[in-house]
């Protein structure tokens, strides 16, 4: 079992809408990272949070942004959907080392 | 942050023992290696991490050389429900605002 969980589980999108995913991780886990796994691909990250701030961005635009919560939810957006979006994206919280714990993802289809 | 290296696909059969060998020869110092199990459709699942030496748990074994430059990740007796795709990661986890890098990581597949 997982204590990270993530919602919606699938999502259909048109492109140009914006869309939120939601992550719910461990009491505990300071950090949350965000990653967007493309079909056949590994995971490539997106950006992380610390306490609420973010500590580290990945090779991705400005239209994804995120938050994190002092509840330790988190939230993924992405403003101006594209087609190569369509991707499973991935939340991972950790208390700080010992490795991650990934959620199940959401995966988001943009048509 | 150290790239690694593993082979693309794997083939092994109910009950053997798996050996992925992993390459990273940039390795800094305080970087740990870790190993990430995903199924189709799930998140990878943490796996094992080590830093030198020998490390053994539940359900894997890691062994590391001396100079750090490589990894092996051992499943023994691989059942089919091993079948997955095992990721290679190297760096330090522990320090806030570093990131994990996931390669291409390698396709297992466990025939019976």
């Known amino acids: 079992e997982t204590g990270v969980t993530q919602s919606p589980t699938h999502l259909i999108k048109t492109r140009g809408q914006q869309v939120t995913l939601r992550c719910s991780s461990q009491?505990?886990?300071?950090?949350v990272s965000w990653y967007q796994q493309a079909l056949g691909q590994g995971p490539q990250f997106i950006f992380q949070?610390?306490?609420?701030?973010?500590?580290g961005r990945g090779n991705f635009p400005p239209r994804f942004s995120g938050l994190q919560f002092p509840n330790y939810s988190s939230e993924l957006n992405v403003n101006a959907l594209e087609l190569d979006d369509s991707a499973l994206y991935l939340c991972?919280?950790?208390?700080?080392?010992?490795?991650?714990?990934f959620g199940s993802g959401t995966r988001l289809t943009v048509v | 942050l150290a790239k690694t290296t593993q082979p693309i696909s794997m083939d092994s059969y109910e009950g053997q023992e798996v050996n992925i060998t992993c390459s990273h020869n940039n390795i800094a110092t305080n970087d740990y290696i870790t190993w990430y199990q995903q199924f189709p459709s799930q998140g990878p699942r943490f796996i094992i991490q080590g830093y030198k030496t020998k490390v053994t748990n539940e359900v894997a074994s890691l062994f590391i050389p001396a100079d750090r430059k490589s990894s092996t990740l051992s499943l023994p007796r691989v059942s089919l429900s091993d079948t997955a795709v095992y990721y290679c990661l190297v760096g330090d986890d522990r320090a806030a605002g570093n990131k994990l890098t996931f390669g291409g990581g390698t396709r297992v597949l466990v025939k019976p």
């Open positions: 949070y610390y306490r609420e701030e973010e500590n």
């Open positions: 009491s505990g886990h300071n950090t």
């Open positions: 991972a919280s950790s208390p700080g080392g010992g490795g991650y714990t």
